[in-house]
């Protein structure tokens, strides 16, 4: 007796709220005719599952999550696309980086308090944005 030949396959669910989301899509592909194991992240909002490719199809996978009420994509064939693509979140990732570091350094310079040890620095700020550095009335009239 051989045993029976088994594919694995990771689909990317959509849709996916909750535990019980979670739960629901798991039943559903282990229902489905074919499938040995199927197991649903939902964090990573993906279903992994081994079938046997004589009875099940990929597209038989996505329409029984399909049918349990939610969406599911698979894979695309070409893995060069889907290295640029992730090379380009991560680009995209350093540039909101850098982005966020240098607000928040300008954010630190212009939050520096004033006092009688300004530097140089808080003077030429005071002198070109002086609006930055005037308190509403409002907060003066019950603390000044």
């Given amino acids: 007796m051989g045993t029976a030949a088994r594919e694995s396959l990771t689909l990317s669910v959509l849709g996916m709220t909750c535990a019980s989301c979670q739960h629901h899509v ?9 499938v040995e194991s199927a197991h649903v992240d939902l964090i990573a909002h993906r279903a992994s599952i081994v079938f046997d490719p004589a009875i099940a199809t990929p597209a038989a996978l996505v329409q029984a999550i ?5 969406d599911a994509v698979l894979p695309r064939a070409d893995a ?9 979140l991560t680009d995209g990732a350093e540039w909101k980086a850098l982005a966020t570091l240098a607000a928040g350094a300008a954010a630190m310079l212009l939050a520096m308090p004033l006092g009688t040890e300004m530097g140089a620095l808080d003077h030429d700020l005071m ?18």
């Fill in 127 to 144: 002198r070109l944005m002086p609006w930055l550095y005037v308190l509403p009335t409002s907060f003066c009239a019950g603390f000044c």
């Fill in 26 to 34: 798991e039943e559903a592909l282990r229902s489905t005719a074919g």
């Fill in 80 to 88: 060069s696309s889907a290295e640029a693509s992730s090379n380009v």
């Fill in 66 to 70: 399909r049918n349990a009420g939610y």
